[in-house]
């Protein structure tokens, strides 16, 4: 069974900075998609970025980017000009090719921006 | 267009009553999703659906049922609640993907916290 672990439960970072956050996941499947999703204080869960697993360019999308590793089973957020509004929990899930589109999710990481 | 709205919001549950969740999406999506949210945890999946009429069970559907009579509405029903069911629920909607290499979007309701006494 396919697993996903967010190792960091907090982090923290100044506004207008870079922050990575980690997502590691364990599959023996070679077709896939992954995903960070945002959860805001509202709760309203927000798609912000996916990726290909056959796709070996990172995905982009304005602030946010991944760095995917396949073979290492990384996929990790970058946040570049780190904003009030991205203090959020953040949570990076998987999707099997062929799963009838069941995301596996990891615990999520708590995104704290300081003014 | 609304999205995928979630009734109620916020309910409180004593052991052994039972309620009905509602989700219904306005967007024509035929993938329908349960989840259940705790502290310290990812989404778990409860029950989800592809079509209208069908229904199938995710990671942890004990203690639930659910019902898709239409293709908008997808119900979650709590026949005796137990506390161990006080989380916060959330339902998502999917288009059904038309080509083995899509990945088309979850999108997701703004969740219905329940506490069960």
């Known amino acids: 069974a396919q697993t996903v672990t967010q190792s960091q439960p907090e982090m923290s970072v100044q506004e207008a900075e870079t922050v990575t956050l980690s997502c590691t996941y364990d599959?023996?499947?070679?077709?896939?998609?992954l995903f960070w999703y945002k959860q805001p204080p509202s709760r309203q869960m927000i798609l912000v970025i996916r990726?290909?697993?056959?796709k070996q360019q990172n995905a982009t999308e304005n602030r946010f980017s991944v760095n995917f590793q396949k073979a290492a089973k990384s996929f990790s957020l970058k946040i570049s000009d780190s904003q009030l509004g991205d203090a959020a929990m953040y949570f990076c899930?998987?999707?099997?090719?062929?799963?009838?589109?069941?995301?596996?999710w990891g615990a999520g990481t708590k995104l704290i921006i300081k003014p | 267009n609304a999205g995928v709205t979630q009734t109620p919001k916020f309910r409180v549950l004593k052991t052994g009553q039972s309620m009905t969740l509602l989700c219904a999406q306005d967007?024509?999506?035929?993938?329908m999703y349960w989840y259940r949210q705790d502290p310290g945890m990812g989404l778990r999946l409860i029950h989800y659906?592809?079509?209208?009429?069908?229904?199938a069970k995710g990671e942890v559907p004990d203690g639930y049922n659910v019902s898709r009579l239409k293709k908008q509405n997808f119900l979650l029903g709590l026949e005796s609640a137990a506390p161990s069911q006080t989380s916060v629920y959330f339902c998502?909607?999917?288009?059904?993907?038309?080509?083995?290499?899509?990945?088309?979007?979850?999108?997701f309701g703004p969740g219905t916290r329940l506490t069960v006494l």
């Open positions: 998502a909607s999917q288009l059904l993907e038309v080509s083995g290499w899509s990945y088309n979007e979850q999108f």
């Open positions: 967007m024509n999506h035929e993938y």
């Open positions: 659906s592809v079509g209208e009429g069908t229904t």
């Open positions: 599959t023996s499947e070679s077709d896939y998609y």
């Open positions: 990726q290909e697993a056959y």
């Open positions: 899930a998987y999707r099997s090719a062929d799963s009838n589109y069941q995301l596996i």
